[in-house]
């Protein structure tokens, strides 16, 4: 099917309190294994593509591989732009076809962050594609990171609502403990810093960095709202294992598809446990996806097929 926009399928994860995945993509064999698990699992999902995946693989070669594959996909897919770093990336997946956006000004001084998210919002709402802000700070595990710059980083609620407020961004990744690329899943995020972020604002809220978090931490922070899992780091340290173990096995094969097979296989399991795990599984039904009332929907931001 066509793609559609994160608006609808965030609102509806809202409502009925699970998460949709959202799974980074560099290569074909990833954006095929996400899609296929989804098919499998009746889910509906998000392929996220980052500014190193743009690097390495073109904007247009990346975004048109997420498109081709949704669209032979019977579940509902959104391609998704990740961190976006400024108002020109935007622009630029705007123009591919991007059905949702996201801007990171999450480093910047508060007030720039909220004068260029809401010009992203401006510009994508004219077109009907949501956006994604972040507040706070999500870090990254490769700068060391200690516990305290950790919490001195996570989300405040009073500036979250200003925030929301003046920008009008449709999602908010928040940071509540989670770091970047962590290799293991060891961190537990702060449920009361969430809770009190739920109480401020009722839009649905992102979790990035998830890789580095623990599975039960994950399900408890879905029932105060978090909608959208952001999973990249598990996915490539799946890909590599799939590779090593095909390559240990069969080292004389000079066709990489062998082995590159295996990648894809390994990545598809990680990607159906963590949908599983988020509880989007069977929330497509023969009948099509269960969207949210009508109520919830914005005329502008519905799906963009
Ligand atoms: O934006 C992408 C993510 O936040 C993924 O984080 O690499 O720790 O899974 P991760
Ligand atoms: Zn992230």
């Known amino acids: ?18 998460a949709v995945g959202a799974f980074n993509a560099n ?18 999902v998000i392929l996220q593509v980052s500014q190193g995946a743009i690097r390495y693989a073109g904007l247009d070669t990346v975004s048109n591989m997420v498109r081709t594959a949704a669209a032979e996909a019977s579940v509902p897919a959104v391609l998704h732009l990740d961190h976006g770093p400024d108002f020109e990336q935007n622009v630029l997946c705007l123009r591919a076809g991007f059905t949702s956006l996201m801007f990171d000004g999450s480093k910047r ?31 990254q595990s490769a700068d060391g990171v200690t516990e305290e710059q950790v919490i001195a980083a996570m989300t405040d609620p009073v500036q979250a609502q200003d925030f929301v407020a003046r920008t009008g961004c449709d999602s908010l990744a928040v940071a509540i403990g989670s770091v970047h690329a962590m290799a293991n899943a ?28 623990k599975e039960e931490s994950e399900v408890e922070a879905i029932q105060y709202g978090i909608c959208k899992i952001n999973v990249a780091t598990m996915l490539n ?30 990545v598809k399991e990680v990607v159906r446990h963590k949908i599983r795990l988020f509880g989007s599984s069977g929330k497509v039904t023969a009948s099509g996806f269960v969207s949210p009332p009508k109520t919830f929907r914005s005329a502008k931001l519905g799906s963009i097929e």
């Open 186 to 213: 060891e961190a537990e995020l702060n449920i009361e810093r969430l809770k009190a972020l739920r109480a401020a604002l009722d839009l649905p809220f992102v979790l990035h960095g998830s890789s580095g978090v």
């Open 27 to 44: 290569n074909m064999e990833q954006v095929q294994a996400i899609v296929d698990a989804a098919v499998e699992e009746r889910a509906p």
């Open 237 to 266: 340290q799946a890909f590599v294992r799939g590779l090593v173990k095909a390559q240990a096995a069969s080292p004389d094969n000079i066709d990489p598809r062998k082995w590159l097979t295996a990648s894809r296989d390994a």
């Open 109 to 139: 001084p508060y007030e720039e962050n909220v004068k260029i998210t809401a010009k992203i919002v401006e510009m994508a709402h004219i077109c009907g594609v949501p956006v994604e802000a972040e507040l706070g700070k999500v870090l």
């Open 1 to 18: 099917m066509p793609l559609v926009t994160s608006k609808e399928l965030l609102l509806a994860a809202l409502e009925g309190h699970y």
